[in-house]
């Protein structure tokens, strides 16, 4: 009797992704996420369950058709919504794209991460077969990262201390939210914080953009950063002081 085949929910595909990783990606957007970012600009991705069905093969043979576009440092990137959430998935693709010598890189914000079972021994075995993490800190402090995103942040900490500890490559990367995340002071601790880990590669801080509010509306929901605009060009230049993010450079981008 042969096994039943592992199906992912996919929201979308982008073919030629330059800024998800080094080089050029093929990047996988997974469908489902827990996660309420007030400044979301993919609602569309929060349902789970939803969304075009995959295979791991079907994914990687759409994904080679690109390949000669990749160079030596391109490959793919799975995203989201929330990438963990389909676990049993990730591990087959990654897996499988190993195979096919396929740079592999995990885009998330850790919150399914756990050390409970059976979560943490199948996040191991992803993380055999897993190159690079974009990942994503939304805000350093909890009650903050609450107010943000309505979950806390204590173990999506814990995640990239873990990630530390085994020594998976990470770059770190940070939403600035005028009115929210964006004060020195929060820019500093997580600054204090990323300089605890020992697996950073690179730090980006990226700017606020309101591109995704006609997403919020189409759904019917209210955009909850109504009136908030994108950081200044100081602002950004003042985060990426306070993070050190010239620090890290020993990704290729292109």
Known sequence: MSSKKI?????????????DGPGVRFVIFTQ?????????????TWKI?????????????????????WGKNGGITVSGG?????LDFLIELFKKAKERNIHTT???????????????S??????KNTDLLLFDIKHIDDAKHRELTQHGNQNILEMATYLSRIQKPVWIRHVL????????????????FVETLENVDKVEVLPYHKMGIFKWQDLGLS?????????????????????????????LTR
């Open 223 to 251: 955009y909850p950063l109504e009136g908030i605009e994108p950081p200044t060009n100081e602002r950004v230049e003042n985060a990426k002081k306070i993070l050190q993010t010239e620090k890290y450079k020993k990704y």
């Open 82 to 86: 929330e990438p963990l959430l389909q």
């Open 7 to 19: 199906i992912g929910h996919i929201h979308s595909t982008e073919s030629f992704g330059s800024v």
């Open 177 to 192: 939210v005028p009115e929210r995340s964006d004060y020195d002071a929060y820019l500093e601790r997580l600054n204090t």
């Open 122 to 127: 199948k996040f191991n075995e992803l993380m």
């Open 32 to 44: 489902g996420c827990r996660m309420r970012c007030e400044f979301c600009h993919n609602p569309d």
């Open 49 to 69: 369950g939803t969304g075009q069905e995959y295979t791991a093969d079907e994914l990687l043979d759409k994904a080679e058709r690109f390949r000669e576009y």
């Open 106 to 120: 995990l885009d998330t914000c850790g919150k399914p991460f756990t050390t409970e079972e059976p979560f943490f």
